[in-house]
């Protein structure tokens, strides 16, 4: 079964969790029998050797443009034009003229521009690979305060844009899998006739057997990896700073922050909270989840899966984290992790679990047993390769 991807970039090196998400599903589809994929995307900035995949094909083209202000007088969201580009756009015509597809995939909503580039409905068959629900993750973050009025109205627009956006994309698709159950729901509830399947993500990092004892001299550190670009998840880390610096300060727990970030961005942070470090692009998080007692999801804004939550799982870190964040994770709230409904409520709970060594050892090691069977890329290749063979037979 012949299938042309269309994603953002190429996710070699996956230093984001979408890149993470995008690579982890490619590699897993192209590995069924039966299937060959050719992505179409623009270039990383580095992209490492690997040994090349018969059964997967890279058509990497330029680079994702800069500006953002010609979006505004488009009729799709800025993300949507900077990837439709002329360059994409010549790419994908070169592509069609190869011949038959079975599948176009549309790697999240972003890539919807392809949609007016497409044949009628019917051939080839469109599946739409959500990241997020986008009308409900971008209507929210544009309803946060902050920034002057004309940019709240620039990302008011834009969130419409991506709403509308979406719909037209769920509209033509003939699969739609949504990244937590959260959103599997909502995709259900407003296409009703549409197949859906849900695909959280797998994960293939480090995993201890046993997480490491956490003891009376153990650091009495939390802390925060990811990617902090995106205005979302700035919003989240602020939010979460301003609610933490009283009962941090408080209680003299140390927080760290690590992760792909704008230097400048963090070193105004630091000196706006001198109690918390931040550490920008580092190479590797390994010291930094080593050496501390709670891993932190304070995720308010942004929607989609937590793969930070994978990471401080499977190395035995407690978690702690916004009730909306624990969404595709087979943890019991109540025992498996520390959860609270506010950034305020979780910087408090925080505040009084961190010396609690019973609680999060238990924790630690029940969350570890919960999802240890339970993130294999090969079972997201699987049940996504099953879901096309089966609607291409239809």
């Known amino acids: 079964m012949r299938c042309l991807w269309i994603t953002r970039q190429d996710p070699r090196p996956s230093d984001s969790g979408e890149l993470i998400y995008t690579r982890g599903l490619l590699r897993a589809l192209s590995a069924h029998p039966g ?21 997967l094909r890279w058509e990497l083209h330029g680079w994702i443009p800069k500006g953002r202000l010609g979006g505004l007088f488009s009729r799709l969201p800025s993300d949507a034009w900077r990837l439709g580009n002329f360059t994409m756009r010549d790419s994908l015509e070169t592509l069609s003229e190869e011949g038959h597809w079975d599948w ?4 999240q909503a972003a890539c919807g521009w392809v949609l007016k580039h497409l044949p009628e409905p019917g051939r080839p068959k469109v599946a739409y690979l959500a990241h997020n629900h986008e009308a409900t993750v971008r209507k929210q973050v544009a309803s946060e305060r902050g920034g002057s009025p004309p940019f709240r109205a620039a990302l008011a627009w834009d969130a419409w844009k991506y709403a509308r956006l979406e719909r037209a994309v769920c509209e033509r698709a003939d699969l739609i899998s949504a990244i937590t159950p959260r959103d599997e729901a909502l995709f259900k509830r407003e296409f009703p ?3 859906t399947i849900c695909l959280p993500p797998g994960y293939k990092g480090p995993m201890v057997e046993t997480p490491p004892p956490i003891v009376k001299g ?82 308010a804004l942004g929607g989609g899966f937590k793969l930070k939550a994978l990471d401080y799982i499977f190395r035995g870190l407690p978690i702690a984290a916004l009730e909306p964040a624990l969404s595709g994770l087979p943890v019991d709230p109540g025992q498996d992790a520390i959860v609270a409904r506010t950034p305020a409520d979780l910087a408090n709970v925080v505040a009084a679990r961190i010396d609690d060594l019973e609680f ?20 997201r290749g699987s049940t996504l390769a099953h879901a096309l063979e089966d609607l291409a037979t239809r």
């Open 104 to 107: 176009v995939i549309i790697d």
């Open 360 to 379: 999060l050892n238990a924790a630690a090691a029940r969350a570890l047993f919960a999802c240890r069977a339970a993130f294999h890329w090969e079972d």
């Open 193 to 195: 006739s549409k197949p």
């Open 218 to 299: 153990s650091p009495r550190r939390v802390v925060l990896a990811g990617a902090f670009e995106w205005l979302a998840k700035r919003r989240n880390l602020e939010m979460f700073l301003a609610a933490a610096d009283g009962p941090f300060r408080h209680h003299n727990i140390h927080f760290v922050v690590a992760g792909k970030a704008d230097p400048a961005y963090f070193a105004a942070l630091g000196k706006r909270y001198p109690w918390a470090e931040f550490h920008a692009n580092v190479p590797s998080m390994d010291k930094y989840l080593s050496n501390a007692r709670i891993g932190l999801i304070p995720e």
């Open 35 to 55: 299937f060959k994929v050719t992505v179409l995307a623009h270039r990383a900035a580095t992209t490492p050797e690997e040994p090349p995949d018969p059964k």
